[in-house]
């Protein structure tokens, strides 16, 4: 596993929370992508060497809109990047951890992801992403 490729925060309302965060970071978030696999509208801004995603749910079975619903808005999922997500799935699911999907999906910011499930993760939902080259 690398770095933290971004960390990924729930949202109700994308384009408030747009305005809000680039208040706080003095800069405009720099892409918006619709995931519409996942029912979910994203954000990006770039601070320093690291990622936000704000993440925004389209339709009430979205993952996100569920989060929200049980946790409020909020810390949603870290991400990390990996070289090869098919050998980490391996390596991980080995160490007993929990995946949600073992085939990878694709993901917003070109992507290729898997997540873990929180309750394997001491509640931390753990994104995998790889860059599709
Ligand atoms: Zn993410």
């Known amino acids: ?8 925060i729930a949202v109700t309302d994308l384009e408030k929370s747009n305005e809000l965060f680039a208040s706080l970071f003095g800069k405009p978030h720099y892409k918006t992508e619709d995931v519409e696999s996942e029912g979910v509208k994203t954000s990006f ?14 339709n009430e079975n979205s993952p996100i809109s569920k989060f929200i619903e049980k946790k409020g808005e ?4 870290i991400a990390f990047a990996v070289d090869d ?6 390596r991980l699911k080995k160490e007993g951890f929990i ?7 694709k993901g ?3 992507k290729l992801v898997v997540f873990l499930h ?9 994104e995998l992403c790889q860059e599709i080259i």
């Open 45 to 58: 801004f770039q601070v320093g060497s690291n990622k936000i995603e704000l993440l925004e749910g389209t």
């Open 1 to 8: 596993m690398n770095k933290i490729e971004h960390i990924g």
């Open 99 to 105: 995946i949600l999907n073992e085939i990878p999906k």
């Open 74 to 77: 909020g810390v949603h999922h």
């Open 85 to 90: 997500i098919l050998s980490e799935v391996a």
């Open 118 to 126: 929180p309750k394997s993760t001491n509640g931390v939902l753990i």
């Open 108 to 110: 917003a910011d070109n």
